[in-house]
């Protein structure tokens, strides 16, 4: 995957874990417009963003951090971690992550978990921590014609990112950093993300599609990025998604047709809960050393649980 595109990829892909019926609880703040901002008539904004896309450099190799905070009546707490990638000729990637999690009338819990990925001709492989620190693994075929790793997303990004575009605001300029307040339509959002996931939208498959669901309520995405015009580089995205979670989260809460009091419990949870990611981009150019150490590859048991992230080990643990 090509560096430009990986924060908003990376991003994307970590909001979407966050809306999972897993984190259903999980939501975010709706993006705040900068203190400091430069009025300008939005078909500016728009052409000036469109501009600095086009001049962004590719790297194979770089650095990610990123920090996610979330809360809800029944725990808060925060993700800290980051990345380094490589991607030529496949793609890989070793990191870290520390979480603090809050519980009412419980002692706070801390974890730190590691994790890899590793992409060859025909698999993906991501192996990561459990909640006591052993090694796990999943390993996936990739899909028929499939080439490399993000290739679809790359495409995507090229193609069809400024027409899901609603408006753009400047934002903070701060030298050759400039911020950008990006709105993007609902409707087109989701076409977007259903296409690059490959997931049906229409049919009765569609229909008992708990993801597709959730992508068809998400309505509106606002969210900040900064570019370096000199160095040509995206350097920071951030997004607050609580409305859109909540929307998502309660229309897949409906769907559930539960008992009166059990759902209003539901919707009281959704509703005073709020979520927050940032990533920030630095070092590229850098060859990255991805290894995967030898006794992880040799001790790693295959996970069975069911989860579809790696992000929330100890909700998934709580849910066994």
């Known amino acids: 995957m090509k560096k430009r595109k990986l924060i908003l990829a990376a991003g994307l892909a970590l909001s979407l ?21 430069q009025l300008t008539a939005p078909e500016d904004a728009r052409a000036q963003l469109e501009k600095a896309y086009a001049s962004l450099i590719d ?63 025909d698999l993906i492989s991501t192996y990561y921590q459990d909640t006591d620190g052993n090694w796990l693994k999943k390993i996936t075929q990739k899909k028929a014609g499939e080439e ?8 995507a990004f090229d193609q069809d990112l400024m027409s899901v575009t609603k408006s753009v605001q400047l934002g903070e300029r701060n030298g050759a950093e400039q911020t950008y307040l990006v709105t993007t339509d609902g409707t087109k959002l989701y076409q977007y993300l259903t296409k690059i996931m490959d997931i049906k939208t229409t049919g009765k498959a569609a229909n008992r599609d708990t993801l597709n669901q959730l992508l068809a309520n998400l309505g509106d995405v606002t969210y900040t990025i900064t570019i370096n015009e000199k160095r040509h580089e ?6 607050n998604l609580t409305a859109q979670a909540r929307n998502a989260a309660t229309a897949y809460i409906k769907s559930l047709k539960q008992k ?7 919707l009281d949870i959704i509703n005073n809960s709020t979520l927050e990611i940032n990533f920030h981009g630095q070092g590229y150019g850098e060859p990255q050393d991805v290894t995967i150490p030898a006794e992880v ?13 790696i992000f929330f080990p100890v909700i998934n643990d709580q849910q066994k």
């Not at 979330?70 to 980051?82: D, V």
């Not at 995206?234 to 997004?239: C, G, P, R, S, W």
Request: glycine share 8%; hydrophobic share 35%; aromatic share 10%.
């Open 148 to 155: 490399k790793l993000g290739k679809t997303m790359d495409d």
């Open 260 to 266: 009166p009091e059990e759902e209003k419990q539901l």
């Open 59 to 121: 790297f194979n190799q770089g650095n990610l951090t990123f920090d996610l905070d979330f809360s809800t009546p029944l725990a808060s707490g925060g993700y800290e971690g980051n990345f380094v990638f490589n991607s030529d000729p496949y793609f890989g990637a070793k990191g870290t992550c520390k979480m603090e999690l809050e519980v009412p009338g419980a002692p706070t819990h801390n974890i730190d978990m590691a994790f890899y990925i590793r992409e060859s001709k």
């Open 297 to 309: 590859l040799a001790g790693a048991k295959e996970d069975k649980s069911g989860s579809n992230s």
């Open 234 to 239: 995206l350097t920071d995205f951030h997004v």
């Open 17 to 37: 874990s966050c809306v999972s019926p897993q984190a259903s609880v999980l939501a975010a703040e709706a993006a705040i417009m900068p203190a400091a901002v």
